[in-house]
């Protein structure tokens, strides 16, 4: 098989919008499950460095060996029945779990993605590794224990930016904070749980450079030992401070919840 190029020649050279990225961001808290927009304010604040650390990735043996094992993670993620044949307390079980009970699947993402994309691949190894991090971010909420909350959310893009340093991910999760704090006064702590997912993010092993396929296979306690993940302090003290003053964290602004 013939080795794939590391970037394609027509790939495009991203340009840095920060004005247009707060155009979408707006777009983005008009309707949170728009996931087009935060394709879209990624490609306005490209990640410098990107590049460099796909290719010192892709090339090391490491790299080398998971291109061959996990082409392509959704075929994986959403393979329940084989994850669901992995030990009791995996991170497999609860990632499915998670998974079915939120309504979510690896190729939905992928769905949303081409969309914004109109269907372009460039099937380059920089792809390969950009939809590492783009596929895995559900397996972030598992490990990490952030839910899909309004907060939820913002903490795993802050946890994010920890691993992989994006613009996009604490521009979404700063202003996302910001925009709970103008939207539902409270004395919870956002801010403090956003830098703490921060942090905790930078502490922790890449997950998208693990093998995704033995990390599924490990009890869920023993994987979040060995990557440092800790448990969040500020993230369940900001939903106790919100469910205090009767505002449900999963539902902020009061809408009804789909049936």
């Known amino acids: 098989m013939t080795e794939p190029v590391f970037r394609h020649p027509d790939r495009p050279v991203p340009k840095f919008r920060p004005f247009r990225a707060m155009h979408h961001f707006r777009k983005l808290v008009a309707d949170k499950e728009d ?9 306005c604040l490209p990640r410098k460095g990107l590049v460099d650390e796909a290719r010192a990735f ?38 499915v779990d998670f998974m079915q009970r939120e309504g979510l699947s690896a190729a939905g993402l992928v769905e949303e993605y081409d969309r914004f994309q109109r269907g372009r691949r460039f099937g380059d190894l920089i792809e ?10 559900d ?8 839910g899909r909350d309004a907060l939820g959310e913002q903490c795993v893009l802050a946890f994010t930016y920890g691993q992989n340093p994006a613009p996009g991910n604490i521009f979404i999760a700063y202003l996302g904070g910001l925009n709970m704090k103008w939207t539902i006064p409270s004395d919870a702590p956002v801010f403090k749980a956003i830098g703490e997912a921060r942090r905790l993010g930078k502490a922790c092993a890449r997950i998208s450079e693990q093998s995704i ?28 401070r919100f469910r205090a003053r009767g505002i449900d964290p999963y539902n902020l602004l009061g809408r009804p919840q789909p049936a």
């Open 35 to 43: 996931t087009e927009q935060v394709f879209h304010i990624f490609q």
């Open 128 to 137: 390969w590794y950009v939809n590492r991090l783009r596929d895995t971010h």
């Open 58 to 95: 892709v090339y090391s043996d490491f790299g080398k060996a998971l291109r061959a094992s996990e082409p392509y993670l959704p075929d994986l993620l959403d393979d329940h029945d084989r994850l669901r044949r992995m030990p009791q307390g995996s991170v497999a079980h609860a990632y």
């Open 213 to 240: 396929a033995a990390l599924l296979a490990e009890p869920l306690d023993s994987a979040r030992q060995r990557l440092n993940i800790t448990p969040p302090e500020f993230y369940g003290m900001a939903h106790d």
């Open 139 to 146: 397996l972030l909420h598992v490990l990490t224990g952030y």
